[in-house]
């Protein structure tokens, strides 16, 4: 069946780094643009970077520009977060999301990132 499973999350301190990884199994994930999504407590979901199947088109919310970078390998059907200069407004649950033509759609169960001194 299709998995999507996050991990890397955790609590660290502002100005910190921490790197998400999202594993996916059960579809083929070459063809899928990958995401990931947040969503802080109270607010809606919001995208926070988006990457193409072949890798070489990113897309990133004003918000987290310069600051994260998305990546994927598709030989191990992986995507990656990495994030950089942490502010505790990153606080958030962190989802992984595959999507083929608007029609195929998976998430992943999300994984934690706390920001807090």
């Known amino acids: 069946q299709v998995q999507l499973v996050e991990s890397g999350g955790g609590l660290v301190q502002p100005g910190g780094s921490l790197r998400l990884s999202c594993a996916a199994s059960g579809f083929t994930f070459s063809t899928y643009a990958m995401s990931w999504y947040r969503q802080a407590p109270g607010k809606d979901r919001e995208l926070v970077a988006q990457i193409g199947t072949a890798g070489s088109t990113t897309n990133y919310a004003d918000s987290v520009k310069g600051r994260f970078t998305i990546s994927r390998d598709n030989a191990k059907n992986t995507v990656t977060l990495q994030m950089n200069s942490l502010k505790p407004e990153d606080t958030a649950v962190y989802y992984c999301?595959?999507?083929?033509?608007?029609?195929?759609?998976?998430w992943g169960q999300g994984t934690q990132v706390t920001v807090s001194s």
């Open positions: 999301y595959a999507n083929r033509r608007n029609v195929f759609i998976y």
